[in-house]
């Protein structure tokens, strides 16, 4: 590829302990792993940039073809072949040669945690915003359980204002459904909303009782935003670690059955029939999810459903060795539900790819599996890691592509990214030829958490537009090659 400027010199299985940052490069495309460190060095919409000859695909308009791109103060005013000729000799454009690249809608992210305000120590909003910069994203959503709990207008104000101080991938908070996310009082869901909440969840707590549930419903229904449940039935999950199943046994790990999920999923949907409210599922993981949430589909119920990139990949063999970075919520399932999701995801039952982005830090991790906390980070990992399914269980480029933007951002209610004259500018650029490993990467975000440090990545994202705006950039030629 080529950067110049005018007047300018499949089912993966993982043991072993949890990964750490690697110490240098590898010599799989190593000396390219050194971006911008900091979106903040180009915060501003370019005055004029022009892709040439790049394969654009966006699924939303059937496009898949290779063009020209034009960028002027943050809009697309040109796509097409041969649709820069006439603008890139000018005299302040900046030309980025698109051979071998591709261009699409910059992907939106339903569901991350980064941690501020409580837990800086783990993320902080600038540090994750740079990790979804990095990763494509130019939306991300972030859940409630902060420190304190996102359950009132002046913490979704909080956030906001550190994300609009960052000026970089655009945050849109989450708010609890319940104060404290203790199941009992409705938060105040109308001055939330007007504060700028596009959904609300008690992320990692289920609302377990069903009347509350329902006035959770009816209550979101008024401002047409969903309700998102974290599926489980504590009473069946006491003290769980991991899936229930032979691995559990072997490893003499209390179970986490498959039914916890299902029961609370069957019972919202049937509270989402009855109160016509929009109900999405968190993070499923069990084939009898999918099956609940495909008959509710096929009903007419306005029910959706998103899935992780891990729960996606890994089962729970992963966790053989006692593997901390392996332990999330949901956990990892068997080989069955594996498959089951990612056939729901092809044929479009589960609707998104959310990353559930949890960053931790050694002091929750490097501990006995049992006090461990549970996630994994996700957003600079997540293309690269998914992008090799492709072929895989029905599962194609556009509806990956799909999955990971404009169907999340239908879902919470904001415009999709798209390619189209006119439209704003947010794409992602992505050189699907990269090969090399998470441990080469230079990581945004602050924590470490993953068990995929040795996985090979299959693309690298080397530019993402956010709101017109670039921000993170591996081709500038301020970025160390």
Known sequence: MRVTRRNESRIVEIGGPAGRRGGGPSGLDAGLLRPVLSPAAVPSAPALLVIRGVRAIDPTRALDATVDVTIEGGIITRIGPGA??????????????????WAVPAFVDMHAHLREPGQEYKEEISSGLNAAAAGGYAHVCVM?????????????????????????????PIAAITMGSKGKDLTEMAELRDAGIVGVSDDGVCVMNSAVMRRALEYAKNFDIPVIQHAEDHDLTAGAEMH??????????????????????ARDILLTEYTRARYHAAHVSTLGAVR???????????????????HLLLTDAAVIGYDTGCKVNPPLREPEDVEALRRALANGTIDAIATDHAPHSPLEKDCEFSEA???????????GLLLGLVGESGITLPRLLEALSSRPARIIGIEPPTLKEGARAELTLVDPGARYRVEDMILRSKSRNTP?????????????LSRGKIVFDALSAGAAQ
């Open 84 to 101: 820069a000729a006439a603008v890139a000799s000018a005299e302040h454009a900046r030309v980025i040669d698109g051979a071998g690249l």
């Open 144 to 172: 409630p359980n902060t420190k304190p709990i996102n359950d009132t207008r002046a913490v979704t104000e909080l956030m906001l204002r550190r994300a609009e101080e960052h000026d970089g991938t655009q945050l849109h």
């Open 244 to 265: 229930e199943g032979n691995v559990s046994a072997r490893l003499g790990l209390r179970g986490w059955p498959r039914v916890a999920e299902d029961v609370i999923i």
């Open 292 to 310: 609940i949430i495909a008959e509710a589909k096929s009903r007419g119920i306005d029910a959706t459903a998103e899935v992780t990139p891990h």
């Open 373 to 383: 906390s549970p996630g994994m980070i996700g957003l600079e990992l997540c293309f």
């Open 452 to 464: 995929f440090m040795k996985h090979e990545m299959t693309a690298r994202i080397v530019m993402t």
